[in-house]
């Protein structure tokens, strides 16, 4: 397994190790003795998985307040997204700064997510599959997001007409969010 670091401090990319033969792959996409080892130290207590059946859907930008903060484990199954992550981190010095990476079935790529940043990703092919472990269970009063186009941050979006959820449309502009990090 390969940790490789992003411009953010916790937010690492992780490459499996991918054991291919004839008949496809291998590769354990969790191994919690082999993340402990990395100093990758989570308590995952729920997995997500998301579908969405069309290239240009965009999710996010999601996080949820403290005490329900929640890192994520963000890993594509089939298809392929631009994984964006914005720092949400009032006193840190890249506060509203976002990096992109592409995860794709088949770069077999992860995304560790600490507490502190806004998640969101846009889908670039039909019938992309995301799956995400959390350390922190759901939260519907902790819930908080921010508008996945907002000037300040200046997000390079692979699309300009996104397909959004109706909760997601409706998002405050980074300024007037609500944060607690």
Not at 118 to 136: I, M, R, S
Request: include cysteine.
């Amino acid at each position: 397994m390969k940790i490789i670091p992003s411009k953010f401090e916790g937010v690492v990319i992780i490459e499996p190790d991918v054991y291919v033969d004839h008949r496809g792959f291998f590769m354990e996409s969790y191994n919690d003795k082999k993340y402990k080892e990395s100093g990758l130290e989570y308590h995952w207590v729920q997995d997500n998985h998301s579908l969405s059946v069309q290239a240009g859907v965009i999710r996010g930008l999601h996080y949820q307040l403290n005490p329900k903060a929640q890192s994520k484990l963000v890993r594509v199954a089939t298809g392929a997204i631009f994984d964006v992550v914005v720092d949400i981190r009032k006193s840190s010095p890249t506060f509203g700064q976002w990096i992109g990476v592409i995860l794709s079935e088949s770069n077999k790529r992860q995304l560790l997510v600490p507490k502190g940043f806004a998640h969101g990703f846009c889908t670039l092919v039909p019938n992309t599959q995301v799956l995400y472990k959390v350390d922190e269970y759901y939260s519907p009063e902790h819930d908080r997001g921010i508008n996945w186009n907002d000037p300040d941050i200046g997000i390079d979006w692979p699309t300009s007409t996104p397909i959004l959820s109706e909760k997601d449309k409706i998002h405050p502009f980074l300024k007037d969010a609500e944060i607690n990090f």
